[in-house]
């Protein structure tokens, strides 16, 4: 009796089990049947990829984009205290409408004095800006700077050097010169000294 009991009990879990394996058949076969006879998913071609402008490859070439046709101004030689001048070429080398905007320019010492033409630039169009460095009273290799701002992303400050050898252009020897004049000469006081450096 025990032994029949285990028997039917055995087979009423495996019939339960093998209902369940069929419906479980059923359902995915159903699914692939749906999704093959649909036209909606077969037919129907992926939505184009949308590509926001800042994810864009391309969406550099939009903004505006300073360049200099060089950053460094090599005077040379300038004597002491005499005004030496460098210019600084640029161009809007970016496509963006609202054009390459130039801020203000910041100088490290009081000895340069700067002049740009305008504040804004449209794509191509170039400028220039022009630096007075007036070289100071001692001979030394100087080296000063000037910072372009701008609404480049990517360059938003750029450094420009000016780079001098101040030097002492005239030499006499000996440094002081005595002179003496007679009465003969215009009247002046003998052994009057004149000193000249």
């Known amino acids: 009796m025990k032994r029949n009991q285990l028997v039917l009990g055995f087979a009423l879990v495996s019939l339960i089990l093998s209902l369940g394996i069929g419906w479980q058949q059923s359902a995915i076969s159903q699914s692939a049947k749906n999704t093959t006879e649909s ?11 949308k590509v926001s402008p800042k994810t864009s490859p391309d969406a550099n070439n939009l903004l505006p984009r300073i360049s200099f046709e060089k950053t460094v101004c090599d005077l040379g030689d300038v004597g002491r205290g005499t005004k030496n001048t ?16 130039i801020g203000k320019i910041k100088r490290t010492c009081g000895c340069t004095v700067f002049k740009l033409d305008r ?36 360059n938003p400050k750029v450094k420009l050097t000016i780079k001098a050898r101040v030097v002492q ?11 003496s004049l007679r009465k003969g000469s215009g009247g002046a006081v003998e052994k009057v000294r004149f000193c000249c450096a």
Do not use: W
């Open 39 to 49: 036209p909606s998913v077969t037919s129907q071609s992926p939505e184009p990829l």
């Open 86 to 101: 460098c210019e600084f070429k640029f161009t809007n080398t970016g496509s963006a409408d609202g054009g390459l905007k």
């Open 119 to 154: 504040k804004e630039y449209a794509p191509g169009q170039t400028g220039t800006i022009r630096v007075s460095y007036i070289a100071g009273k001692s001979t030394a290799l100087r080296q000063k700077h000037i910072y372009v701002p701008s609404n480049d992303k990517d």
């Open 169 to 179: 252009m005239v030499e006499a020897a000996p440094q002081k010169l005595g002179l």
